[in-house]
């Protein structure tokens, strides 16, 4: 199996594949792109417990590699690497939920300030601050920031496994609202309108919440790089990291109910 030495080579199978899909050129995309598996995998396994071993984060992102590579299209103009990168995370944390390992009581907690974000948006119009969300689950401010790093350390708050559409509980991944082509009718429309509601969810965070939302998914910084370019701590982009997305999930929930 020839190696893929340079961008020339890169669309020469690309071309072939799309054009007649062959076990061949299926494994010389999966080698090229293999580093992407890794690369995903360290960032999740750095919020993980100890006790979960990258190995067999990247095992599962390697599931979500192929299946990026079975439905890309290269023609759409989108690059795979953005593509692909959120394909692998949502098979990671697939498996992870699958295997159920984040405890109880942990869930239970995101939910009750997921609950709490919801109340307090609808009575005040605006998103709450910690401060208001402290009073509402009647605790410190320092055990609400205690909650948000327990949460986000055990990798359960993550934009890539919070986007649901509809009342069938179906999950999409970032990667899932970028449109295929194959889809029909109805399909694009849910991923349109799934995009506008994530849309207006974010525009309506603070400015720190979108520029961290933005540095961790899109330009794939890290927390530690993200809090040198804010001028904080990294501890504290994780708590506004959780934050942010456990208010993006609360506002879709929102807007999905009072679409029904």
Not at 4 to 15: C, P, R, S
Not at 113 to 133: F, G, N, Q, Y
Not at 210 to 226: F, G, M, R
Request: charged residues 25%; aromatic residues 6%.
């Amino acid at each position: 199996m020839a190696d893929i030495d340079n961008a020339e080579d890169l669309e020469a199978v690309w071309t072939r594949y799309k054009k007649n899909p062959g076990q061949k050129e299926r494994d010389q995309l999966i080698v090229y792109y293999a580093p992407l598996v890794k690369y995903v995998a360290g960032r999740i396994a750095s919020g993980l417990p100890q006790n979960v071993d990258q190995a067999d984060l990247v095992s599962y992102g390697m599931f979500g590699l192929i299946d990026a590579i079975t439905k890309f299209d290269p023609e759409r103009g989108f690059k795979f690497e953005t593509y692909a990168i959120s394909r692998i995370k949502g098979a990671v944390l697939d498996e992870l939920r699958s295997i159920d390992w984040v405890p109880r009581s942990v869930r239970a907690k995101a939910k009750s300030v997921e609950r709490a974000m919801t109340k307090l948006e609808s009575t005040l119009h605006r998103a709450p601050t910690d401060e208001e969300i402290a009073d509402e689950l009647d605790m410190t401010m320092d055990q609400l920031l205690a909650i948000y790093n327990q949460i986000s350390s055990l990798g359960l708050v993550a934009l890539d496994e919070m986007l649901s559409f509809g009342s069938g509980g179906e999950s999409l991944t970032l990667g899932d609202t970028l449109a295929d082509s194959h889809d029909g009718p109805g399909g694009m429309y849910e991923r349109v309108e799934m995009r506008q509601m994530l849309a207006e969810a974010i525009n309506r965070m603070n400015e720190r919440a979108k520029i961290v939302l933005t540095l961790y998914y899109y330009e794939n910084l890290t927390l530690a790089e993200i809090g040198n370019v804010l001028g904080v701590t990294e501890s504290r982009v994780c708590q506004i990291h959780t934050k942010a997305v456990l208010q993006l999930r609360s506002r879709l929930a929102a807007q999905e109910r009072e679409a029904v």
